[in-house]
């Protein structure tokens, strides 16, 4: 099965949470599902199999409402290559400092 990478932003709307805290709860699921990633400061990406990554985001929005998000913004951005892996490493290593 190839990598794919998976952007994804969820913005919450809460009336009484604070939404950093709103947004670490979907981190924590994204980091506890074992594929490599990397939070940014506008999203979180994921690199692994399309299927995998689908069901932890799906996880990680679950998680901001069972917290006490009234409604959620979910932002995706994927890359998906037909025949190779797509790598964050490929994309980012030439720029780390």
């Given at each position: 099965?190839?990598?794919?990478?998976?952007?994804?932003?969820?913005?919450?709307?809460s009336?009484?949470?604070?939404?950093?805290?709103?947004?670490?709860?979907?981190?924590a699921?994204?980091?506890?599902?074992?594929?490599?990633?990397?939070?940014?400061?506008?999203?979180?990406?994921?690199?692994?199999?399309?299927?995998k990554?689908m069901?932890?985001?799906?996880?990680?929005?679950?998680?901001?409402?069972?917290?006490?998000?009234?409604?959620?913004?979910?932002?995706?951005?994927?890359?998906?290559?037909?025949?190779?892996?797509v790598?964050?490493?490929?994309?980012?290593?030439?720029?780390?400092?």
């Amino acid at each position: 099965m190839k990598n794919i990478n998976l952007g994804i932003q969820i913005v919450p709307k809460s009336k009484d949470r604070d939404s950093y805290e709103l947004v670490d709860k979907a981190i924590a699921v994204i980091a506890a599902s074992g594929v490599k990633y990397e939070v940014t400061p506008f999203e979180t990406v994921m690199e692994g199999p399309e299927e995998k990554l689908m069901a932890i985001a799906k996880a990680a929005q679950d998680a901001v409402l069972t917290e006490g998000a009234e409604e959620i913004l979910v932002y995706y951005r994927m890359q998906i290559r037909s025949e190779k892996d797509v790598s964050m490493d490929e994309k980012t290593l030439p720029h780390k400092h």
